[in-house]
């Protein structure tokens, strides 16, 4: 009876400790995807900024589609967060 009591009782703990892991790594993905869009939209606003100190036309038109290409990347990650059930 003892021995039973053990090893019910490590059992436990080892699905505890699983359980606990679980949670943490679910707290800290979500954390992750919300640095993911912050940075897309950092990036975004970067190249906004070189957009209008741009020297000439041709650069203000990389800077314009890398701008869009950062912002696509941000609604794309929100999208898709949303869709697995994560609200950013």
Request: glycine share 6%; no cysteine; proline share 0%.
């Amino acid at each position: 009876m003892r021995r039973s009591i053990q090893v019910h009782r490590v059992n436990w703990l080892r699905a505890k400790a699983t359980f606990e892991r679980a949670n943490e790594e679910n707290i800290l993905v979500k954390h992750e995807m919300n640095w993911t869009v912050n940075y897309f939209k950092y990036q975004a606003r970067r190249w906004e900024e070189r957009k209008e100190v741009a020297a000439s036309y041709g650069h203000r038109i990389y800077a314009g589609r890398k701008e869009g290409m950062w912002r696509g990347f941000a609604k794309s990650a929100v999208s898709a967060f949303l869709a697995v059930g994560v609200e950013i």
